[in-house]
């Protein structure tokens, strides 16, 4: 099955953050989960240090789990599917309902 990678453009599909679109910045295949930018953004209360000498809340995102999410399709707007298939002797990943070949 293929699966989504590092960059690739995703939307919420369920949880608080429905419907919100970004890219993949950090992805966790063990613990089925990914961090994308703009989604599931929560406050973070730094202590101070000489990094940050004023301390304070920071908003950052956390990961949400890989089931919640589904690959961008722009042309449509949607979440798709995505599968493999064999193209030239290369497995390549395609959307499933179209069949359009996606650019690693």
Do not use: C, W
């Amino acid at each position: 099955m293929a699966s989504l990678k590092k960059g690739d453009p995703v939307i919420v599909i369920a949880g608080a953050s429905r419907g919100k679109t970004g890219r993949i910045i950090d992805l966790n295949h063990k613990k089925s989960q990914a961090v994308v930018e703009g989604v599931n953004m929560k406050f973070k209360h730094v202590r101070r240090s000489q990094e940050m000498p004023q301390g304070g809340r920071t908003q950052r995102e956390y990961p949400v789990d890989i089931s919640n999410l589904a690959y961008h399709d722009a042309e449509s707007g949607r979440g798709v599917r995505l599968g493999s298939s064999v193209v030239d002797g290369q497995k390549v990943r395609v959307m499933r309902p179209s069949g359009k070949q996606i650019e690693d």
